[in-house]
Antibody, heavy 120, light 108 residues
Framework: EVQLVESGGGLVQPGGNRRLACEVS????????MYWVRQAPGQGLVWVSR????????DYADSVRGRFTMSRDNAKNTLYLQMGSLRVEDTAVYYC?????????????WGQGTLVTVTS | SYVLTQPPSASVAPGQTARISCGGS??????IHWYQQKAGQAPVLVVY???NRPSGIPERFSGSNSGNTATLTINRVEAGDEADYFC???????????FGGGTKLTVL
């Protein structure tokens, strides 16, 4: 069974940093592109970033480029999102998701999310 | 960057057909995917590549995509279909994943 479990959420002050993790199981982690998607309270889904299977390619939404860094450790079956210079508007539930197959942008499996609250 | 437009809400009586639209410039040239998100839960893929259903998704869910509008159709709507529905595409020009704003489906 494919499982994705996010961790690392919590309260953080504006301008602060936070690292999220997503530990996966039930599939060969290094064979899939991975994604982060966020959802502000009561709002819609917003794509944050994605990373290639080997971690050498990462794409970012304009709103987080230069502040967030996505990475992965295929040996540890873990995905990361390093968030910096956090803003109040970064407050959201952050989901990690897996591509449906090797070369698609279809998000077929999702974690349950971890809430990041940016507040002073 | 590319924009997907969805109506914020839709309502349908049980047993009827719900149609949720997703508009975008020449969206018919792209592959569109649909997600269902029930209250307090993570999103679930219900249709991919315009018309395909993942395993476990009822045949009542179907999709179409042409011109400037894609549509998710839910036949014989049940109370359990009440959820937010999001469309999504890949914009190769900007290398961005793009979601629509979501449609809240209410089952009357």
């Amino acid at each position: 069974e494919v499982q994705l479990v996010e961790s690392g959420g919590g309260l953080v002050q504006p301008g602060g940093n936070r690292r999220l993790a997503c530990e996966v199981s039930g599939f060969t982690f290094g064979s899939y592109w991975m994604y982060w998607v966020r959802q502000a309270p009561g709002q819609g889904l917003v794509w944050v970033s994605r990373i290639s299977r080997d971690g050498n390619i990462a794409d970012y939404a304009d709103s987080v480029r230069g502040r967030f860094t996505m990475s992965r450790d295929n040996a540890k079956n873990t995905l990361y999102l390093q968030m910096g210079s956090l803003r109040v508007e970064d407050t959201a539930v952050y989901y990690c998701a897996r591509a449906r197959n090797v070369v698609t942008t279809i998000l077929s499996h999702w974690g349950q999310g971890t809430l990041v609250t940016v507040t002073s | 960057s590319y924009v997907l437009t969805q109506p914020p809400s839709a309502s349908v009586a049980p047993g009827q057909t719900a149609r949720i639209s997703c508009g975008g410039s020449n969206i018919g040239d792209k592959e569109i995917h649909w997600y269902q998100q029930k209250a307090g839960q993570a999103p679930v893929l219900v249709v991919y590549d315009d018309t395909n259903r993942p395993s476990g998704i009822p045949e009542r869910f179907s999709g179409s995509n042409s011109g400037n509008t894609a549509t998710l159709t839910i036949n014989r709507v049940e109370a359990g279909d009440e959820a937010d529905y999001f469309c999504q595409v890949w914009d190769s020009g900007s290398r961005h994943v793009v979601f629509g704003g979501g449609t809240k489906l209410t089952v009357l």
